[in-house]
T-cell receptor
């Protein structure tokens, strides 16, 4: 299957700082990238859908000013958690897809906000 | 909005027993995908079903898509310890977006 990388794999930051997470599709061009959040032993909660060159579509209840998404190219999307707080601590996973087909997931980023 | 329900939430089996997880959508789906997530890992794509009534097999795994394209199942024959993990279905609708079920966590006792 296609390979999607995510960086960093884990990050610890102080409350109030911003954290950027990168998602890259390494061997294919992704028309769409998705950002999920997963709490321990729970399912994946879709945060936003990102299409290259256009604004991300956020799911209900997700603050777009809090979670900034940039989809600069067909192989790169970034999620920036602004002014992070302890309640933002979670596992963030991206996925990349071609034209509505299956999603290939990145390995995830574990964010811990102190 | 679209809801995808998955049952059971947990399943514990003896090695060699069969296992089935079921997925039901509140709306008709364009496709359904199945993923497996090992403990501490990320979801890995298993298969996508598109056609009404479709049945696909991968070794000991059998996937079905209902005639009405609102439900699906994953059946594992003769489970092995390597089958442990959480199995998610994801119902595909428009714009390529999928709604994930809550997952079924499978544990296998050797």
């Amino acid at each position: 299957g296609a390979v999607v990388s995510q960086h960093p794999s884990w990050v610890i930051c102080k409350s109030g700082t911003s954290v950027k997470i990168e998602c890259r599709s390494l061997d294919f061009q992704a028309t769409t990238m998705f950002w999920y959040r997963q709490f321990p032993k729970q399912s994946l909660m879709l945060m936003a859908t990102s299409n290259e060159g256009s604004k991300a579509t956020y799911e209900q209840g997700v603050e777009k000013d809090k979670f900034l998404i940039n989809h600069a190219s067909l192989t790169l999307s970034t999620l920036t958690v602004t002014s992070a707080h302890p309640e933002d601590s979670s596992f963030y996973i991206c996925s990349a897809s071609r034209a509505g087909r299956e999603q290939f997931f990145g390995p995830g980023t574990r964010l811990t906000v102190l | 909005g679209q809801q995808v329900m998955q049952i059971p939430q947990y399943q514990h089996v003896q090695e060699g027993e069969d296992f089935t997880t079921y997925c039901n959508s509140s709306t008709t789906l364009s496709n359904i995908q199945w993923y497996k997530q090992r403990p501490g890992g990320h979801p890995v794509f298993l298969i996508q079903l598109v056609k009404s009534g479709e049945v696909k097999k991968q070794k000991r795994l059998t996937f079905q898509f209902g005639e009405a394209k609102k439900n699906s199942s994953l059946h594992i024959t003769a489970t092995q310890t390597t089958d442990v993990g959480t199995y998610f279905c994801a119902g595909g609708a428009s714009l390529g977006k999928s709604t994930f079920g809550d997952g079924t966590t499978l544990t296998v006792k050797p």
